[in-house]
């Protein structure tokens, strides 16, 4: 990486030749009377500045993102002997202890046969030297960039110069480039996922990650063996996450309707203005503090009151029934998804809420002018108004309850069962993706890449639900404004 | 144009005034019975909220006292090699002399000096080692050192260990609650603020175990986000508003945003799996490869933000600048954007204030590790707040689940704080046009 | 400012007056206010009005804007309820009963007083089920034969029938503006009220949708007591037999609409017809 000594001194260089830029020209223009430059100082030496920064900034950015995989494919081109006899898996160890003893931490703990130790530390060195000839390169050509760029530029700088134009240029490329960031993310989330699923997919074939009922992400102890022994059907936890997600849609829809309701027809202003923004704190608390909840207190509360149920139940006529509710877990789908609930009814409450203020005034006039009671109205006139908008808000709700990781992945848990029982124990989608790839697995196993299968899956089902409600939303907009 | 033979209006006026009184009592029943419902699941939302925070304050309050032992320990020479201190077991001499205070001794195997030791930190002997090291000269004197007690202690101490239950369902002893109260009595045991929760960083010992490394990843981390995110976005958003044609790709690419605002945190945390860490090789765990992810997650956020910001400002500003003579860039820079700037610093602080919060995207770049010391740098590995939460919590013991909820107040405290400074933002430079 | 009536483009304007049936102003009054006064929170908008309303005829409510007369009509109908910061006091007697009194309840008084608005707000239901809304809620009529029934007549009196009879169930926005106004009147009347109120009911619609709703108006004075609220004076002199003009939230006068129109008492109402203020 660069240091910070570099980049200082060309943010430094950078506004000395702003300093020049402007210099030169207040120094031309003056004495010109009516003559007057075309842009004021500060755009020459904007402009000036610019030519300076831009390119060698670019030099410097390239070498900090792709520097790094130069340096390592120069140090891999060739290898020693010693190191050249290793399986691959080894080797790729092997060249994390070089970059790792390079960089000062500590390696694996691998003990290294004699002749592969020396390589080792012979490799290191060749990185180091690798790294540094890098580092000087980029330096130099952004210091010749950048001087380059001086000399180009500072001569332009005259009265007549449209500096404004220029630096106005330069403002619309950049204003042009941010935006293009939103859409190289969305590019890189559908590429990224789409190219490691697709390896993943040369493994598991898709009708059988997509309809397999059995899930059960093995991989073979040894590294030559592909994934014979794992099950990679996904239904289960297609059904886990539909499962907590209707339990999470039981709990938000109503309360989250019924209060957007009420805030919205009846409530005074003042008790507006304390209820929002405390529903405001419920939408803000961190997903990670519910699964603290859920996994705490929830789940201990819900087990002990069903085991209590059920040992008064034993030896009864329910006696199967109190035999299997005295041993339900902490984990059940019950409690993830109840919380889930409470996480999502500000959302439902929030959404509603602009929902049913863009329902016009004038119709809630005209059904109250007949006689109708102000439940009636809502009933009858405001909610049928305001419905496409509510499907929207939940199809909103949903698609967050699907994509929802945290406190699923504290509360429910890791057994994969196709049920739609909420006592039962289930896994979702999410969890799976994070136990899948917060273990020390080696990237390129079928395990790992199916966490990708399972990302793109969830991303096109929350992409298809997110495109419905937005179009919804957007045709109800435009029949109230 | 009306048929004049239907009958007159109002032809049955009293009739239908029975009827409508009729009805109208079970009408009002159901209007009333409504507005309980409303009011009923507005309670249940403020009553989860009471019971969700109240849970986290009761079971972490206790972490912010602690309790601490002083104890004064005999250098012995005979067991410190003045040229390796390390070698020396410092927790049993700290065992040695705290048994001395209680006036027993230890047996041959050692059993009573280790059953005390379950009751001391590790961290005096640390303290011992670090002041031995420094001055080598104290080897032979007797050096006082303070530390907390262990965590089990420290439970017992805050009353949260079942004296009256079973010896064996318990984790302490009863020979060692003795030891604990003859302690007590000798004044060796001193509580306070646990300050040490704020500046110690994660430790395997729950009593050692502090947010302070967290709290600066997470600083570091917010930065790279912010410093990212928000410039990006808001040009990204005055292109958009100000500048693009108003054609088919600008609306695709509007559509576009939307849809980036609702994918899950999960899905950027594999994209930058994906592409950081094992394209671009940016060092796993770092502030700098978590910032970026929270970055991507946080732009749409900031655009759609600063794009209503944009939009709230009256096109009367645009034409008047437009009119002195201003171009397009000068009007939005020179006066569009300083006015949207209040909604545009709202949204920005929102955005931050909820990647703080977020920590699924970061489980996949790798910060889930344990990371022992305070980050320097932004390449270097950490952890922030909300992981922290995380891994703490799936520890078993029960010292670590006050501390897990205390570290869960600290972060609240700063999402409260970024939230009231948004709040306060919007109010003050707000305007009304 | 004053609205042309048809047909005149510049020059004085020009009020043409109809004639009067006999049922005009002599015939005991439906609503009789005394003193109401209107607060929207700390603003007055309404200064001790005090009028007679008389049956089976159409009551003209003019003035320029702004100057009470819709918050006069809204509290007739007691909508103003439905404002937080609204405040009313004095007396407004509908056959006597004060409907501002404790004991009334606003969704019996809202059956017997209906209430037109300016812009045609049919609910976003079909034809049928907006004019049906009304009776279905009250319990006027239950049951598939009752409610067409209902239906039918209403639509008839107010003149939509042929126009809709073979799509009822097409949604009642479907319609144009003119005829979006007729259904709400249909709607309106479905609930066999005594008294209409209508707000500006016109000022949305066409000339010719205008002269139909006019024409329509016409007939049900003959049924209904009718309050109307115009900013065209023309159109008051068109379809009133009484006619109040309010200013500044103060009735200045009220009073037989031929007289108001060719020998006002007031020398503000004299401005007003003659156009000095608008």
């Known amino acids: 990486m660069i240091s910070w000594a570099v980049l200082a001194a060309l943010v430094l260089f950078s506004a000395v030749t702003y300093a020049l830029g402007r210099r030169k020209l207040t120094a031309q223009a003056a004495g010109q009377g009516r003559d007057r430059a075309h842009s004021r100082p500060g755009y020459h030496g904007a402009y000036v500045m610019l030519w300076v920064a831009v390119p060698a900034a670019a030099v410097l950015l390239l070498h900090g993102a792709f520097g790094g995989r130069i340096a390592a494919a120069a140090v891999q081109a060739e290898k020693p002997a010693a190191v050249a006899a290793l399986t691959p898996q080894q080797r790729m160890v092997f060249y994390d202890d070089v970059q790792s003893t390079v960089v000062g931490r500590t390696p694996s703990e691998i003990i290294y046969a004699p002749d592969v130790r020396e390589a080792l530390d012979a490799e290191a060195r060749e990185a180091v030297r690798i790294e540094m000839g890098l580092r000087l390169a980029a330096v130099a050509a952004a210091l010749v960039l950048a001087v380059a760029g001086f000399v180009f530029s500072y001569r332009r700088v005259r009265p007549e110069f449209r500096a404004r134009q220029h630096v106005e240029g330069w403002t619309a490329v950049l204003l042009f480039a941010c935006s293009a960031a939103a859409i190289l993310t969305t590019v890189g989330i559908v590429a990224s996922l789409a190219f490691e699923s697709f390896r993943f997919f040369q493994a598991v074939p898709p009708h059988q990650f997509l309809f397999g009922l059995d899930w059960d992400p093995q991989i073979a102890m040894r590294s030559d063996q592909f994934a014979t022994s794992g099950a990679f059907g996904a239904v289960p936890l297609f059904v886990g996450t539909f499962l907590i997600m209707l339990i999470a849609m039981v709990v938000a829809a109503p309360i989250g309707l019924l209060s957007a309701i009420y805030l919205a027809e009846y409530a005074s202003r003042p008790t507006r203005a304390v209820v929002k923004p405390l529903l405001e704190v419920l939408a803000g608390v961190p997903t990670v503090v519910y699964g603290f909840f859920a996994a705490l207190t929830v789940g201990p509360l819900f087990r002990s009151t069903f085991n209590a149920i059920g040992a008064q139940l034993l030896g009864g006529p329910f006696h199967e029934l109190g035999l299997y509710l005295s041993q339900v877990q902490n984990q059940m789908a019950l409690v993830a998804g109840a919380v889930m609930g409470i996480m999502l009814i500000p959302f439902v409450s929030s959404l509603s809420d602009d929902i049913i203020n863009a329902v016009p005034q004038s119709l809630r006039d005209g059904s109250l002018a007949m006689g109708a009671t102000p439940s009636e109205t809502i009933k009858k006139v405001v909610m049928p108004a305001a419905l496409p908008g509510i499907v929207a808000a939940l199809l909103l709700a949903v698609s967050r309850a699907i994509g929802e990781t945290m406190i699923v992945t504290m509360a429910a848990g890791l057994q994969a069962k196709t049920t739609l029982n909420p006592l039962d124990t289930v896994t979702t989608v999410t969890v799976q993706i994070v136990t899948l790839l917060t273990g020390d697995q080696e990237f390129d196993s079928p395990k790992t890449l199916s966490a990708f299968g399972l990302g793109l899956t969830l991303f096109v089902i929350t992409l298809i639900l997110n495109v419905i409600a937005l179009r919804i939303v957007q045709k109800y907009r435009e029949q109230y404004d | 144009m009306t048929d004049a033979a239907l009958p007159p209006a109002g032809a049955q006026p009293a009739l239908q005034r029975s009827a409508i009184e009729a009805r109208l009592k079970a009408r009002r029943a159901r209007e009333a019975r409504f507005r309980w419902y409303g009011r009923l699941a507005i309670t249940a939302a403020l009553l989860f909220l009471a019971v969700l925070l109240g849970r986290i304050v009761s079971q972490g309050y206790t972490t912010f006292v602690d309790y601490r032992m002083s104890v004064p320990v005999y250098l012995d020479p005979a067991r410190i090699d003045p040229t390796d201190p390390t070698g020396a077991n410092y927790d049993l001499m700290v065992a040695d002399a705290v048994l001395a205070k209680l006036g027993e001794t230890d047996d041959a195997l050692g059993t009573t000096s280790g059953k005390l030791m379950a009751l001391l930190s590790t961290d005096l002997g640390f303290q011992l080692l670090d002041k031995v090291r420094a001055d080598p000269r104290l080897i032979g004197q007797t050096v006082t050192v303070t530390g907390p007690v262990r965590a089990d202690a420290s439970l017992y101490f805050k009353g949260l260990v079942d004296a009256s239950a079973a010896e064996t369902d318990r984790k302490l002893d009863d020979r060692q609650i003795a030891w604990l109260e003859k302690l007590r009595s000798l004044g060796m045991v001193s509580s306070g603020f646990n300050t040490s929760f704020l500046t110690r960083s994660d430790s395997t010992e729950p009593e050692q175990a502090g947010v302070l490394g967290a709290v600066v990843g997470s600083a570091l981390m917010l930065l790279v986000t912010g410093l990212l995110s928000v410039p990006i976005g808001v040009l990204a958003a005055v292109y958009l508003e100000e500048f693009a044609p108003k054609n088919r790709w600008t609306s695709i690419i509007e559509v576009n945003i939307n849809n980036l605002a609702a994918v899950p945190s999960i899905v950027y945390g594999l994209l930058g799996l994906a592409v950081f860490i094992n394209w671009l090789a940016v060092p796993r765990s770092s502030p700098l490869v978590g910032g970026l992810v929270l970055a991507l997650m946080s732009l749409p956020t900031v655009i759609i933000a600063t794009r209503s910001a944009l939009k709230a400002v009256p096109p009367s500003i645009r034409e008047a600048a437009l009119g002195v003579g201003a171009s397009r860039t000068q009007t939005v820079f020179h006066h569009v954007l300083p006015l949207a700037m209040p909604g545009v610093m709202t949204g920005a602080i929102l955005s931050l204030a909820h990647a703080l919060g977020e920590t699924a995207p970061l489980l996949m770049v790798g910060m889930v590790s344990f990371v022992p010391g305070v980050p320097a740098g932004f390449t270097e590995s950490a952890t922030v707040l909300p992981v922290q939460v995380f891994i703490w919590e799936n520890a078993s013991e029960r010292a670590f689940h006050e501390r897990t909820a205390a570290a869960i107040m600290v972060l609240l405290v700063f999402m409260i704080v970024m939230n009231l400074a948004a709040i306060l933002l919007r109010r003050r430079f707000e305007r009304r046009w | ?278």
């Open chain 3, 1 to 278: 400012m004053l609205s042309q009536p048809e047909g005149s483009k510049d020059g004085p304007v020009h009020i043409e007056l109809r004639p009067q049936s006999a049922h005009a102003v002599d015939a005991p009054a439906k609503l009789r206010a005394r003193d109401v006064n209107v607060f929207y929170g700390d603003k007055q908008a309404l200064f001790d009005a005090s009028l007679d309303v008389p049956e089976k005829a159409v009551t003209a409510l003019i003035g320029p804007s702004g100057c009470g007369k819709s918050t006069f009509l809204r509290c007739i109908n007691r909508m103003n309820d439905t404002i937080a910061t609204a405040r009313v006091t004095g007396r407004i007697e509908l056959d006597g009963e004060d409907v501002n009194d404790r004991s009334i309840d606003p969704v019996l008084l809202r059956a017997r007083v209906g209430m037109v608005f300016q812009k045609p707000n049919p609910f976003p239901k079909s034809i049928f089920e907006n004019v049906a809304y009304g009776p279905r809620i009250h319990g006027i009529a239950t049951g598939k034969r009752e409610l067409e029934h209902v239906v039918e007549t209403s639509l008839k009196r107010a003149g939509l029938w042929n126009e809709v009879a073979d799509r009822l169930q097409a949604p009642g926005t479907s319609l144009s503006g003119g005829q979006q106004q007729r259904l709400v009147i249909a709607r309106a009347i479905a609930v066999n009220p005594e008294v209409i109120l209508m707000d500006e009911p016109c000022s949305a619609l066409d000339p010719i949708a205008t002269a139909r709703v006019e024409e329509l108006i016409d007939e049900l004075r003959e049924e209904y007591c009718i309050v109307i609220v115009t900013h065209s004076m023309a159109q008051a002199a068109r379809v009133s037999q009484k006619t109040a003009f309010f200013h500044l939230g103060k009735l200045i006068e009220s009073g037989n609409t031929d007289e108001i129109f060719t020998n006002p008492r007031d020398t503000r109402t004299q401005d007003y017809i003659t156009g000095r203020f608008g």
